[in-house]
């Protein structure tokens, strides 16, 4: 398996470039560029049979990557019932109800992703879902992916009663009367419903996959680091290259447990083997994902300084200290990318610590280690970040006062805490090297919308006016950069740039970005057409937002 070669195409028009500027012709041959500017022409005019495409309307710029999402999870919310366009309780219910009527066969009912602010503190109620379905079994992440609502069956089914013990890694909210509510919160809890819940076929996995990825073409984006993958994953992966279903680029986190380590190191380096052998160009697995923490909505992100309202609370680490340092110390060790979820500021410290122990102990190596999400980073963390060469991989539509911001963020930090989270603009002034990524399906995966969130901190409808912590607001080059070949250096490629050597992987916008008025409106363009490896690559219906 291996891209077909191309026949030499010459691109002319309008050609942007972040890092490189403007670009006036690139030459393009076996899913590279051979050469650009009056090189490309001088070089393009002794081709016959040359293939020639002119960018008359819009601007052809690098292809996007995505430095952290969740791709299967994303194409099979497409197969349950849709619950995230709902926007009460009642509607979820009411989908739910609809859904279950429509498929009497399903033994179990999943989905995904309901909106945590729906409902006082995240806390849903199981037996809402029972006036729907009482007699099968409901499950429902919520848009985190770290919190589940099931009715009552489902609780039955995985034995969860209000002698059930509080598990480790997770929380298991309860009524007054100690009877369990039927939210569940982080792995330890949700894991025993997943440990009994149905699974997805094949074939519904890799329909969901390959949509997924011609999706992610509709958007630009090339690249995806699929950013937690256990082994039932993997399996849907390697099939998909086997039958040529991976029509974009994709690299595999593959998620460590700190309850089954450290004997999962020897299938990390089998499942890298297995990839590597089966040399799909389009596949590898040169990465390991590791959680430090929860999230701020369920006070599970771990922090510096207790949550607001709650002395003593001062989240999860999902990881003892000690033992994320020897883990991190071991995969990178056996020459794998650590990948680690920092949300919380406590979290971000214990990352640097097990970083900087594995450098200590393995000595300098280039391991472009990343720190995910850094929702809030201590002023005194900040410098070792760019110490130790830490990629920050940022979610930036995040960065907003939208919702979900309003009515559980800022009520558990406080406004004054909150207005410190993203600091994207002071990460950026130090020289630490920044990524982009979305999360999808946690939040949009179009890159331009996030780009419109990052250069005005505003929400969808333009609040406030001048940007919330405008200080931290990136400029349009920036962003792109953060896109492109930034994410291209976190996943060691060649791309992301309109430079000799690079992937000729590319995307046509409908309208040059640093034209606009106002950066906000960067989500006004759209992609008009992706090239991976040279060769345009068909796409379908765009991942959906997440409307908070």
């Known amino acids: 398996m291996s891209e077909t070669p191309t026949a030499p195409t010459l691109f002319t028009g309008h050609l942007w470039c972040p890092t490189e500027g403007e670009v006036d012709a690139l030459l393009v041959a076996d899913g590279r560029i051979l050469a650009i500017d009056a090189d490309a022409r001088d070089h393009a005019a002794g081709i016959p049979d040359l293939d020639r495409v002119d960018i008359a309307a819009g601007v052809l710029v690098p292809a996007f990557g995505d430095g952290h999402a969740h791709p299967l999870f994303g194409g099979l919310e497409r197969e349950g019932p849709q619950i995230r366009p709902q926007h009460s309780v009642e509607g979820i219910v009411a989908e739910v109800a609809r859904w279950a009527s429509a498929h009497p066969d399903a033994e179990w009912i999943t989905a995904a992703s309901y909106d945590s602010s729906l409902a006082p503190e995240g806390l849903f109620d199981a037996r809402w879902l029972d006036a729907a379905v009482p007699d099968r079994p409901v499950a429902l992440r919520a848009w985190d992916y770290h919190t589940m609502w099931v009715n009552t069956r489902a609780l039955e089914l995985a034995g969860i009663t209000s002698a059930t013990a509080e598990p480790i890694l997770g929380e298991i909210p309860r009524r007054d009367d100690g009877s369990v509510l039927g939210t569940l919160r982080e792995w330890g809890a949700v894991d025993l419903i997943t440990?009994?819940?149905?699974?997805?076929?094949?074939?519904?996995?890799?329909?969901?996959?390959?949509?997924?990825?011609?999706?992610?073409?509709?958007?630009?984006?090339?690249w995806v680091q699929d950013a937690w993958v256990e082994p039932e994953t993997v399996e849907v992966y390697l099939e998909a290259a086997r039958q040529d279903r991976l029509p974009i680029r994709f690299n595999l986190a593959l998620y460590a447990d700190p309850r089954h380590w450290p004997d999962q190191l020897p299938t990390f380096e089998e499942t890298r083997r297995r990839v590597n052998e089966l040399g799909h160009p389009h596949l590898t697995a040169n990465t390991v994902k590791f959680f430090a923490d929860g999230v701020v909505e369920n006070?599970?992100?771990?922090?510096?300084?207790?949550?607001?309202?709650?002395?003593?609370?001062?989240?999860?680490?999902?990881?003892?200290?000690?033992?994320?340092?020897?883990?991190?110390?071991?995969?990178?060790?056996?020459?794998?990318?650590p990948h680690i979820h920092t949300i919380g500021d406590r979290a971000v410290r214990v990352a640097l610590d097990a970083l900087e122990a594995a450098h200590t102990t393995n000595g300098p190596r280039d391991r472009r280690a990343v720190l995910a999400h850094l929702q809030l980073v201590d002023e005194s963390d900040r410098t070792r970040l760019a110490t130790l060469g830490v990629i920050a991989n940022a979610e930036p539509l995040w960065s907003q006062l939208d919702a979900l911001m309003n009515v559980l963020t800022v009520p558990r930090l406080g406004e004054e805490r909150a207005d410190t989270q993203y600091p994207w603009a002071s990460l950026r002034a130090l020289g630490i090297p920044m990524s982009f990524g979305s999360d999808?399906?946690?939040?949009?995966?179009?890159?331009?919308?996030?780009?419109?969130?990052?250069?005005?901190?505003?929400?969808?409808?333009?609040?406030?006016?001048?940007?919330?912590?405008?200080?931290?607001?990136?400029?349009?080059?920036?962003?792109?950069?953060?896109?492109?070949?930034?994410?291209?250096?976190?996943?060691?490629?060649a791309a992301g740039r309109l430079a000799v050597g690079c992937d000729a992987d590319f995307a046509v916008l409908s309208a040059d970005p640093r034209t606009l008025d106002r950066p906000r409106d960067l989500d006004t363009i759209r992609v008009t057409g992706t090239w991976v490896a040279g060769r345009p690559v068909q796409s379908t219906t765009a991942p959906s937002t997440f409307d908070a």
Request: hydrophobic share 45%; net charge negative.
């Open 195 to 222: 440990a009994v819940a149905h699974d997805w076929p094949m074939e519904t996995k890799l329909r969901a996959l390959e949509w997924a990825a011609r999706a992610y073409a509709g958007l630009g984006v090339t």
């Open 299 to 337: 006070a599970t992100g771990a922090l510096l300084h207790h949550y607001c309202g709650c002395p003593g609370e001062f989240g999860m680490l999902v990881w003892e200290p000690e033992l994320l340092k020897r883990a991190v110390t071991d995969v990178d060790a056996a020459g794998f990318q």
């Open 440 to 493: 999808w399906p946690v939040s949009s995966a179009d890159p331009l919308e996030g780009m419109a969130v990052a250069c005005s901190r505003q929400t969808a409808e333009r609040e406030p006016a001048g940007g919330w912590t405008p200080h931290q607001r990136l400029t349009t080059t920036d962003a792109f950069r953060c896109y492109t070949a930034a994410v291209a250096y976190q996943a060691f490629r």
